[in-house]
Structures are given as structure tokens and as C-alpha cells.
């Protein structure tokens, strides 16, 4: 029993550790994308679809948005949508 139970907690950091990069990847590319380096409403809808794409809220993603809200600039509009849809959307999960 403690190998399946080390292998289902194996898995699910593999699985974290694939969304974390997924999504810093899609992150960077999209910030790069724009000359100012800055994240807008488009660039928030698609980091949030591949979040929800994932259908698993865990403690990874909420890393993953905290990092990605801080480490990249946004414009306002953006920031202000991306954070008001991951709060509603992991209120459901």
C-alpha cells in the first residue's frame, strides 16, 4: 500500500510540476509578444484557458498564479481581469 500511495503522490507532483512549466512557458511567450513586456486582457484570457484546461485547482496553480501575477507586469486591465477570474474560478474547485 505505501508504494501506490508514493506513486499516486509521485504522479500528482509530475502532473504539478508539467502544469507549472506549461504555463510559465505560455507566460513568457505571451510577454514577449508585446513590446512594453506587459500582459493584457487577451494574454490573461489565454493563461487563464490553459489553467482551466488543467480541470485541477491544487496548490501548485495557486503557486503558478501568485508567481505569474508578481513576476510579470500587467497592464491594469489585464491584472485586474486575470485576478477576478482565477478568484472566481478556484472558488469552485
Given at each position: 500500500?505505501?508504494?501506490?500511495?508514493k506513486l499516486m503522490i509521485?504522479?500528482?507532483a509530475n502532473r504539478e510540476h508539467q502544469c507549472l512549466k506549461?504555463?510559465?512557458?505560455?507566460?513568457?511567450?505571451?510577454?514577449?509578444?508585446?513590446?512594453?513586456g506587459r500582459l493584457n486582457?487577451?494574454?490573461?484570457?489565454?493563461?487563464?484557458?490553459e489553467l482551466m484546461d488543467s480541470n485541477l485547482y491544487f496548490?501548485?496553480?495557486?503557486k503558478i498564479v501568485s508567481v505569474i501575477s508578481k513576476k510579470f507586469n500587467w497592464t491594469d486591465d489585464g491584472?485586474?481581469?486575470f485576478s477576478?477570474?482565477?478568484?472566481?474560478w478556484s472558488a469552485t474547485r
Open positions: 500500500a505505501w508504494n501506490k500511495t509521485n504522479d500528482k506549461r504555463i510559465v512557458h505560455l507566460t513568457k511567450k505571451l510577454a514577449e509578444e508585446h513590446d512594453d486582457i487577451t494574454a490573461a484570457k489565454k493563461i487563464l484557458k496548490d501548485a496553480e495557486n491584472y485586474q481581469w477576478i477570474k482565477v478568484r472566481k
